[in-house]
Nanobody, 117 residues
Framework: QVQVEESGGGLVQPGGSLRLSCVVS????????IGWYRQAPRQERELVAT??????TYADSVKGRFTISRDAAKNTVYLQMNSLKSEDTAVYLC????????????WGQGTQVTVSS
């Protein structure tokens, strides 16, 4: 059984920082995509930052402020978020995928990030 668990969310003032963590446990092998997405109320889920095929991708809205990294030994992926803005408020979700057979696609429950003064 695969588990994806996010942590590190919370309430932060504009301009502040948070680091999110995503721990993946279980029988994960040969994944080719891992990353962070977010969903704000009444909005669609959007890509924040991903590592795919060794390449990192960021949403334009977070470039220069957010950094995704991975610790393979700990099966953990991080999202360092700096210079947070109110529009970054959302539930942040971790995703891990394998696009080729046997394919899989797992999501965590998410962690709430609220940026407010």
């Amino acid at each position: 059984q695969v588990q994806v668990e996010e942590s590190g969310g919370g309430l932060v003032q504009p301009g502040g920082s948070l680091r999110l963590s995503c721990v993946v446990s279980g029988n994960i092998f040969g994944f080719d995509h891992i990353g962070w997405y977010r969903q704000a109320p009444r909005q669609e889920r959007e890509l924040v930052a991903t590592i795919s095929g060794g390449r990192t991708t960021y949403a334009d809205s977070v470039k220069g402020r957010f950094t995704i990294s991975r610790d393979a030994a700990k099966n953990t992926v991080y999202l360092q978020m700096n210079s947070l803005k109110s529009e970054d408020t959302a539930v942040y979700l971790c995703n891990i995928q394998r696009s080729f057979r046997p394919a899989y696609d797992y999501w965590g429950q998410g962690t709430q990030v609220t940026v407010s003064s």
